[in-house]
């Protein structure tokens, strides 16, 4: 069966995670991807978080399956040349590099135009044009600069990041919707053009619903969802909503059976307006399907606490999965705090290729997360990463240079 991107080729001159997120993704849809990293070292984070000494960490090949690895030095003039040929022969350049790097390497926008004006260049950055332009960022930092850390967390605690890579993985998605938005508009324009997707920015689109209640709190100087809300203060900027629930639906996170002993004994549990009398009936409390003080949602904004902390003496005699059950059962919106371990050994996703085994020749198999999005016409084949540089002769072959031409750039350590 054909892929969604098949002919498309990629120069993925990224590197750490953003980038190497948003190409890894376009491999999956089918594009050829061509990594170039430096001779010698390659991608830092082969060599980063190592768990087996002398191979390339999980870190890496977990963000660079179905590539094509070439090393380069692209600060020479062979290098340079090499290079040159790669952008008149692929689709797309993608890089992460720190601002002005591309510049300073003689990469320009004008340069790769003049070579090939059909190339579309998608780029990360930390910020886009403003006062932090130019300055290198990495993931909590574009969390917190993008609304996120000051949002997370509690109300008497300090801003906190999330473990979800919002501002590496998150912007990564933003480049490859921008990537192949900007190559359907080629098919009309035959013109290649500029997609970039600042860290900052794709978290804030992330944080919408938080800019949201910025407004709303500057109306009317309260959030009823808000556990600060009713008998807490609100400031002039949305505060930190513990665990409640972003949207009108009030929501906890409650113990589960063996809270004391399991850090992960505890689900999510969402009071639903629809729901509201069989979750009442569920936790032995009827009365309160009629009781004035209950029985509409705003209502109950006013008792939350007292409302969840009955509803958690429910959850507290079963399992987090036993919970889930019961409450399915009754369409009541619940969901169990999964452990990565849980989730590692979950059939489910196993089968959906979410969760995929991976063959690697130096450090044998390993777990890796495949492409999240299904498409009925283009399947996805999730492939090992490359080792460093395993295909630079296949590809430099594949660029008109012969057996002789490729050995003297490797005794001019070029390649
Ligand atoms: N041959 C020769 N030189 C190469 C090369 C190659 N194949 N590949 C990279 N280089 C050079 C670059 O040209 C650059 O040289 P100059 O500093 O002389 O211009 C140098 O290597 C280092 O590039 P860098 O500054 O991008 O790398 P860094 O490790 O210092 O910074 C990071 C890393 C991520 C902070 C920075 O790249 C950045 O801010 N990127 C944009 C934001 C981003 O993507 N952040 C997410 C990172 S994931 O957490």
Redesign the pocket.
């Known amino acids: 069966m054909t892929q969604a991107l098949d002919g498309v080729r990629i120069l993925d ?1 990224t ?5 190497p997120t948003c190409t890894q993704l376009l491999a999956w849809f089918g594009a050829d991807v061509i990594k ?4 010698g070292s390659g991608d ?1 984070t082969r060599a980063q978080l190592r768990d087996i000494p002398g191979v390339d960490s999980l870190y890496f090949t977990m963000l660079n399956h179905n590539k094509r690895s070439i ?5 020479t003039a062979k ?1 340079r040349e090499v290079l040159d040929k790669l952008i008149t022969t692929c689709d797309v350049l993608v890089e ?7 510049d ?2 003689g990469i320009t926008w004008e340069h790769i135009q003049a070579l090939n004006p059909r190339m579309i260049v998608g780029s ?3 910020f886009g044009p403003g006062p932090y332009e130019d ?5 909590n930092v ?1 969390q917190c600069a993008g609304g996120a850390a000051s949002t997370t967390g509690f109300d008497d605690g300090p801003p906190m990041v999330t473990g979800a890579q919002i ?2 993985s998150g ?1 990564g998605l933003h480049l490859a919707i921008g990537i192949v938005a900007a190559l359907y508009q080629r098919n009309t324009t035959v013109r290649g053009q500029k997609v970039l997707a600042p ?1 900052q920015d794709a978290v804030l689109n992330l944080c919408r619903v938080k800019l949201r209640d910025q407004q709303r709190l500057e109306r009317t100087h309260t959030l009823h969802e808000y556990p600060q809300y009713p008998d807490g203060k609100f400031g002039e900027a949305v505060p930190r909503a513990g665990n409640a629930s972003g949207g009108g639906q009030p929501g906890a996170i409650l113990k589960c059976l063996g809270w004391e002993t399991d850090a992960n004994a505890y689900i999510y549990f969402i009071t639903q307006g629809a729901a509201w009398p069989d979750v009442c009936r569920v936790i032995g409390e009827p009365d309160w399907i009629d009781d004035e003080a209950y029985a509409t949602p705003q209502a109950r904004l006013l008792h939350l606490k007292p409302i969840f902390a009955r509803i958690e003496q429910w959850t507290m005699t079963l399992t987090k999965f036993e919970a889930m059950d019961i409450l399915n059962k009754y369409d009541i919106p619940c969901g169990p705090i999964l452990s990565m371990k849980e989730i590692a050994e979950e059939p489910a996703l196993r089968e959906t290729g979410t969760i995929v085994e991976v063959d690697h020749p130096a450090r044998g198999k390993y777990l890796t997360v495949g492409n999240p999005i299904k498409m009925s016409d283009s399947p996805t084949v999730v492939t090992r990463s490359p080792l460093l540089g395993e295909h630079t002769d296949e590809i430099l072959a594949q660029l008109g240079y012969g057996v002789q031409a490729i050995s003297e750039l490797r005794s001019a350590a070029v390649i």
Do not use: I, W
Request: hydrophobic content about 40%.
């Open positions: 001159f590197h750490v995670q953003s980038g170039v990293e430096r001779a830092a090393t380069l030095d692209t600060k290098g992460n590099f720190a601002p002005g790097a591309l300073r390497m990360v950055k930390g300055c290198k960022v990495y993931e574009a501002g590496d912007t860290m």
